[in-house]
């Protein structure tokens, strides 16, 4: 009795990869709160080939003025600290980042 094995379609198999990030975008560009209020941006990434994602909870948010509005570091949800700003809160992503300008008022709400 012989046996032979058979390798399927006999060609290579290949995984396909996600186009390479060209950009992010945040978004609002520009926001206004009260202290105690909050409020979301979202950042979306852009892709070589065109298409887009929403990418909100995979960048790093950072606030240049935590004392002012503080910034959750996954999440993109800003909460007023104290009256003050405009405060630039980055958002970053294998290497590229957008920014926001969020100023922050003693009352109010959202805007």
Avoid at 33 to 40: C, H, K, M, Q, T
Wanted: hydrophobic letters at 40%; aromatic letters at 2%.
């Amino acid at each position: 009795m012989i046996l032979t094995a058979c390798s399927g379609s006999g060609g290579s198999t290949s995984t396909p990869t996600k186009a390479q990030q060209s950009s992010i975008s945040v978004s609002p560009s520009n926001v206004s709160i009260a202290v105690g209020y909050n409020a979301s941006l979202s950042a979306i990434a852009t892709y070589a080939d065109g298409t887009s994602a929403n990418v909100t909870s995979q960048v790093t948010w950072t606030s240049a003025a935590s004392g002012v509005v503080s910034v959750g570091v996954a999440t993109g949800l800003l909460t007023g600290v104290a009256a003050g700003g405009p405060v630039v809160v980055t958002a970053t992503l294998n290497g590229s980042t957008s920014t926001a300008n969020v100023s922050v008022s003693a009352t109010g709400g959202v805007s």
